[in-house]
């Protein structure tokens, strides 16, 4: 990757430039200076606030996308910003609000086939955002996207209360987002994950126990009386342990596939899914659930900010690229932006 360059500040003033973090081709980053963009009729204009750093987001930077994309792209689905100019025809939002939005646009991912929010300011359709409840930070707000991944997971699995045990495998931003919901929705939450830095923000957010993959057999016999799971919400993506979510499940139980692998495999013993008379659904994305999601995060008082492990300045956003890939160490990393017009 290159080095990266820093420019001179900017004014805060009539700005008509701003920094941005460029993918300009496979395996290169840069920060740049670019124009501000403009605004159509039905769009708003966001200063970015605080920008996660996905493992999707290094795959497109390495080549590789799940659609088609073209270089240059900026970057950046899971966001934070506050309007700072709106197009004529918009009236659902006004200068000053706090806002995130939503990343599947139709054919279009935002960050990855059309330019996202790694940027000072970049251009949003009004239609894509949500009001940022008052006491939800700007931090935790750029956690929305990968949370209401993990919320929908459970909404699939169907009336999760203190009735259920309930087992999360894998404990990276997803899996800690079902274990920080399940917790509050009152579930006994026990999080198989092999790291223990994982394992400890996982007990920080209300998880029951957090233990190594060899340790599973016994706890969830004694939090569940030997029963197994009532669900599991498989967030690691790994077809062996896809197969083992099939082995806790107690009869009846629910099982939601979160993680994500295509073209993979690993023996499982699919009978399992007759004799226990399991459900069984997969879960992409969180369509439909925002506004929910976000009543669920400002009524509950929720605060995702201790899944943050690193942030950057906007002219560091390489820095926090090299960060991101160093998952024994972080969680997530955040890039910050502090433009105004």
Known sequence: ?????????????????????????AGEAKVVDIDIPEIAADEVLVAARSVGVCHS??????????????YPIIPGHEWSGEVVRTGADVDSFTVGDRVVGECVIGEDHFGFSISGAAA??????????????????????????????????????????????????????????????????????????????????????GAREAV???????ILGRLSNGRGADVVVEATGR???????????????????VGIDVGNAAPARLGLIQSKELSVSGSIGSPGVWEACLRFMAASGLDLGSLVTQEYPAERAIEALKASRDSATNIK?????????
């Not at 360059?5 to 973090?21: D, E, N, R, V």
């Not at 077809?239 to 596939?257: C, T």
């Open 1 to 25: 990757m290159d080095a990266l360059q820093f420019q001179a500040p900017h004014q805060t003033k009539g700005q008509t430039t701003m920094k941005a973090l460029q993918f300009q081709a």
């Open 57 to 70: 987001d290094i795959e497109l930077l390495e080549g590789r996308y799940i659609i088609p994309f073209e």
């Open 120 to 205: 000072e300011f970049f251009v949003a359709k009004a239609a894509w955002l949500h009001q940022l409840p008052d006491n939800v930070s700007y931090t935790s707000g750029a956690l929305v996207e990968p949370f209401s991944c993990g919320y929908y997971a459970l909404l699939k699995a169907g009336n999760v209360n203190a009735s259920d045990v309930l087992v999360v495998l894998g404990a990276g931003p997803i899996g800690l987002g079902v274990v920080a919901a399940a917790a509050i929705m009152g579930a006994q939450t026990l999080v198989v994950e092999p790291s223990e830095a994982r394992r400890q923000a996982a007990l920080q957010l």
């Open 212 to 218: 190594a993959p060899d340790a599973v057999e016994e």
């Open 239 to 257: 077809p062996d342990v896809m197969a083992s979510a099939l082995e806790i499940a107690g009869h009846g139980a629910r099982l939601v596939y």
């Open 333 to 341: 990393v955040h890039m910050k932006f502090e433009g105004t017009l």
